[in-house]
Antibody
Framework: EVQLVESGGGLVRPGGSLRLSCAAS????????MSWVRQAPGKGLEWVSV???????YYADSVKGRFTISRDNSKNSLYLQMNTLRGEDTAVYYC?????????????WGQGTMVTVSS | DVVMTQSPLSLPVTLGQPASISCRSS???????????LNWFQQRPGQSPRRLIY???NRDSGVPDRFSGSGSGTDFTLKISRVEAEDVGVYYC?????????FGGGTKVEIK
């Protein structure tokens, strides 16, 4: 079965760090574009970051310099290292697959993992 | 950044009646490769988003044919020909032509 399963969310203090993981099954992460998308409580969707199969990475301005996307092809997994967290980073974080011919057409989504930044 | 504006914000619909959601972009979504990267996603209450339509009008497998996407340039529409109870949720358009990728604010479909 093709699926994505996120983990690693939790409660963290402002200024703290957290690392999210996304385990893929049924397809290979290395052959696809992989993104993180977040959704603040009661709000809409916000794209956060993408990593290309060639290794290139892109970030939303709101997280640039603080978040780092990466993947481990041997574990078929995607990661998001989040540093210097702020209250406005509180959200459900989803990983999503973008097909090789259209990186934005997220066809597979995980169930999400909640990140709460609060003192 | 491209701004994606959806309307209406809320759409009460009678079961069996049609529904239409508009999505307008602040810049043309025609890519230099000739494609238009405009997607539609459905998010049912308590669930993750699900892709319905990609590249304006391509419906995903498993998506009922009552859903259709159309438009060009900066003006796009998602139509539901006959709304069913399972269609309740929030619908988002998203462009993939420009950086950063941008979602519309969402349209909440509910049953009258």
């Amino acid at each position: 079965e093709v699926q994505l399963v996120e983990s690693g969310g939790g409660l963290v203090r402002p200024g703290g760090s957290l690392r999210l993981s996304c385990a893929a099954s049924g397809f290979t992460v290395s052959s696809n574009y992989m993104s993180w998308v977040r959704q603040a409580p009661g709000k809409g969707l916000e794209w956060v970051s993408v990593t290309y199969s060639g290794g290139s990475t892109y970030y939303a301005d709101s997280v640039k310099g603080r978040f780092t996307i990466s993947r481990d092809n041997s574990k078929n997994s995607l990661y998001l290292q989040m540093n210097t967290l702020r209250g406005e980073d509180t959200a459900v974080y989803y990983c999503a697959r973008g097909p090789p011919d259209d990186f934005s057409a997220f066809d597979i989504w995980g169930q999400g993992t909640m990140v709460t930044v609060s003192s | 950044d491209v701004v994606m504006t959806q309307s209406p914000l809320s759409l009460p619909v009678t079961l069996g009646q049609p529904a239409s959601i508009s999505c307008r972009s602040s810049q043309s979504l025609v890519h230099s490769d000739g494609n238009t990267y405009l997607n539609w996603f459905q998010q049912r209450p308590g669930q993750s988003p699900r892709r319905l339509i990609y590249q304006v009008s391509n419906r995903d497998s498993g998506v009922p044919d009552r859903f259709s996407g159309s438009g060009s340039g900066t003006d796009f529409t998602l139509k539901i020909s006959r709304v069913e109870a399972e269609d309740v949720g929030v619908y988002y358009c998203m462009e993939g032509t420009h950086w950063p990728l941008t979602f519309g604010g969402g349209t909440k479909v509910e049953i009258k």
